[in-house]
């Protein structure tokens, strides 16, 4: 679930969870942790390739990239960094985490 939540903050890439665990709870969890569907084993082959392509279908028109800059900030997703004129800028988790939402959000 973290690793989904982690991903989630950069990233729109389809993730679709294959697990053993059966139980609701899990599968509600996972999904709102930010998975695109969630699939339990056993399964068929021709399953997983039908939801693989249901999901790229669905998240094909995303185009967001995983660095954002404008005027001197630049903020790299993928590896949590954050810098104003190539200056690395040292950031507390919460900080980073209201940044990240207020740089998301900047057009609204």
Same mark, same amino acid.
């Given at each position: 679930?973290? *690793?989904?939540? =982690?991903? +989630? $903050?950069?990233?729109?890439?389809?993730?679709?969870?294959?697990? *053993? +665990?059966? @139980? &609701?709870?899990?599968?509600?969890?996972?999904l709102?942790?930010?998975?695109?569907?969630?699939?339990?084993?056993?399964?068929?082959?021709?399953?997983?390739?039908? +939801?693989m392509?249901?999901?790229? =279908? =669905?998240?094909? #028109?995303?185009?967001?990239?995983?660095?954002? $800059?404008? $005027?001197?900030?630049?903020?790299?997703?993928? @590896?949590?960094?954050?810098?104003?004129?190539? #200056?690395?800028?040292?950031?507390?988790?919460? &900080?980073?985490?209201?940044?990240?939402?207020?740089?998301? @959000?900047?057009?609204?």
């Amino acid at each position: 679930m973290e *690793v989904t939540r =982690r991903l +989630r $903050e950069w990233t729109t890439i389809p993730i679709i969870i294959l697990s *053993v +665990r059966e @139980h &609701e709870n899990d599968k509600i969890a996972a999904l709102d942790a930010g998975a695109d569907d969630y699939l339990t084993k056993p399964f068929g082959i021709g399953e997983l390739m039908a +939801r693989m392509r249901v999901t790229l =279908r =669905r998240t094909a #028109q995303d185009t967001s990239e995983p660095v954002f $800059e404008s $005027e001197g900030l630049m903020m790299d997703f993928v @590896h949590r960094e954050v810098k104003i004129n190539d #200056q690395p800028v040292t950031l507390t988790p919460t &900080e980073y985490d209201l940044l990240r939402t207020l740089v998301k @959000h900047a057009a609204r």
